[in-house]
Structure formats: C-alpha cells, structure tokens
T-cell receptor, first 110, second 113 residues
C-alpha cells in the first residue's frame, strides 16, 4: 500500500487560505489522489479527487505536480466550520483497499 | 436515499458480552466496509465486502465477524467484547471495489467496561 505523509496538525485564522500538503512517493501510475474531511463526531466525507494538474470544486482545490509524488489540498478563505481532520488517500501497489492515515487536524481560529 | 445508516448510535457493553452493530445502505453499492477509530488515530479497516456473500479481513479483524447476505446490509459482530474494543465504529460503502468515493455512516460509539 502506498504510504502518505501529511502534517499532524495545522492552525489558521478565519479568512485565510489553507494549504495542506500530502507526500505519496510510491503512488501507482494509475492511482488517483483522494481527500476526505471529518468533522468531530461524524464519519469522513469525500471532498475531492484528482489524477494530475488541478481539480477544483465548491469545497476545495487540489494541486498535483507533474511527478505526482505529492499533492496539495487548498481551502480558500477558511471559516470556523472548516475545523476538521483532513485525510489524503492513495492506493499504490495494486491494492484497491483505501487506507486512512492519521490525517491533518486543522483548527481555524476566530 | 437515507445513505448509510448505523444502529445503535451508542452502546455500553460489559467484558465478554456479544453484540451486533448494524449497517445498511440504500444506494445499491457493491463495496461495504467497517472501520474503527480510536482517539487521535486515523481509521483502521476491520473487514470489508466486495459484494453479497463475499467478505475479507482488513487491518484489524481479530475479535470481529462479518457476513453479507444482501447487498444492503453488512453487520459487524463482536464475539466477546473486550475493553480494547472501546472505539467509534464507522460503516462505509462505495459503488464498486476500488472506488475511493466512499460514503460513511454516522458511527457507533462503543464502550466496553
């Protein structure tokens, strides 16, 4: 299984842009990069997925460089409600079973 | 669609007791799975199913059994509860095995005393 590395925690303030980077050095050629968001006392929620370059939806943007060994989740102008744990998932090694790491705990301050 | 539903929301067991955590989805998803989440930890996969009648072990299967007799339901059985099984349990489903777009239930908070 591909291993991902992301910061354990991050702090930000309302209105700022937050970028969370995930390293995935052994990502498979055909693998996608997926991000989930988990609010306290809730199950994770799929927020965005990409293969290369840039993907944007109403929640976030995902930037993937050409070598695909890392990816960056960008949250524009965060609010207190963006306080959550963010997980980066890849597969790698032929397994189709998604594996969640510890994620990045984002705390947004007033 | 109700999505993924889990019952109960909360449960307290004594050591040695058995129980079944229920999970159901109404989206006709092939793939279903169970995770546990402990404080400060990510989600760890317990068991998963790629379709009715097919189940397999995940990362932490010991002490748990599953079965999948229908597409909709995927119950998780604790055979003899232990304090180490105190955790929050999440059920998830996706359209097909290999899809990373999983839909999660609200979770069951289990305490074993």
């Amino acid at each position: 299984l591909a291993k991902t590395t992301q910061p354990i925690s991050m702090d930000s303030y309302e209105g700022q842009e937050v970028n969370i980077t995930c390293s995935h050095n052994n990502i498979a050629t055909n693998d996608y990069i997926t991000w989930y968001q988990q609010f306290p006392s809730q199950g994770p929620r799929f927020i965005i997925q990409g293969y290369k370059t840039k993907v944007t939806n109403e929640v976030a943007s995902l930037f993937i460089p050409a070598d695909r060994k890392s990816s960056t989740l960008s949250l524009p102008r965060v609010s207190l409600s963006d306080t959550a744990v963010y997980y980066c998932l890849v597969r790698g090694g032929g397994s189709y079973i998604p594996t969640f790491g510890r994620g990045t705990s984002l705390i947004v301050h007033p | 669609n109700a999505g993924v539903t889990q019952t109960p929301k909360f449960q307290v067991l004594k050591t040695g007791q058995s129980m079944t955590l229920q999970c159901a989805q109404d989206m006709n998803h092939e793939y279903m799975s169970w995770y546990r989440q402990d404080p400060g930890m990510g989600l760890r996969l317990i068991h998963y199913s790629v379709g009715a009648g097919i189940t397999d072990q995940g990362e932490v299967p010991n002490g748990y059994n599953v079965s999948r007799s229908t597409t909709e339901d995927f119950p998780l059985r604790l055979l003899s509860a232990a304090p180490s099984q105190t955790s929050v349990y999440f059920c998830a489903s996706s359209f097909f095995p290999g899809s990373y777009e999983q839909y999660f239930g609200p979770g069951t908070r289990l305490t074993v005393t």
